[in-house]
């Protein structure tokens, strides 16, 4: 039997966790976000998104995969709050910001951050 533990997002950061998934196996999850009084989210009659592709079970990859579907979905539907908070978690995974050694300025004097880029 599969176990699903999850946790809201505490700032910034969200925790999904299944257990008890089988190599080798196919698998397929759907996203949901729910307001405070337990009411869907989204234009989806069951929540903010339709389901996956059957994903194969294989890495620690697909992990990430549910937020990204989460961000792109929230985006698409204007819904910024929950796509940005499926976006911080995935931000940290791929880039590292760094202190410049001297930093440049934008154009309303704000200082640039550079960015890492993790391929």
Same mark, same amino acid.
């Given at each position: 039997?599969? *176990?699903?533990?999850?946790?809201?997002?505490?700032? =910034?950061?969200? &925790?999904?966790?299944? $257990? $008890? &998934?089988?190599?080798?196996?196919?698998? +397929? *999850? /759907?996203? /949901?976000?729910?307001?405070?009084?337990?009411? #869907?989210? =989204?234009?989806?009659?069951?929540?903010?998104?339709?389901? %996956?592709?059957?994903?194969?079970?294989? !890495?620690?990859?697909?992990? &990430?995969?549910?937020? %990204?579907?989460? /961000?792109? !979905? /929230?985006?698409?539907?204007?819904?910024?709050?929950? =796509? @940005?908070?499926? *976006?911080?978690?995935?931000?940290?995974?791929?880039?590292?910001? @760094?202190?410049? +050694?001297?930093?440049?300025?934008?154009?309303? #004097? %704000?200082? &640039?951050?550079?960015?890492?880029?993790?391929?």
């Amino acid at each position: 039997d599969l *176990f699903v533990l999850q946790h809201s997002c505490i700032q =910034g950061r969200c &925790l999904i966790q299944i $257990n $008890n &998934l089988k190599s080798d196996e196919v698998y +397929v *999850f /759907a996203v /949901a976000a729910y307001d405070a009084q337990g009411r #869907s989210l =989204g234009s989806h009659q069951n929540g903010i998104g339709q389901s %996956t592709a059957p994903i194969l079970v294989c !890495s620690e990859w697909d992990e &990430l995969m549910p937020f %990204t579907y989460l /961000a792109e !979905s /929230a985006y698409k539907r204007n819904m910024i709050d929950i =796509g @940005s908070k499926a *976006f911080q978690v995935l931000w940290p995974r791929f880039v590292e910001e @760094s202190v410049p +050694v001297r930093p440049e300025c934008g154009p309303d #004097s %704000t200082p &640039l951050k550079p960015l890492k880029v993790y391929k």
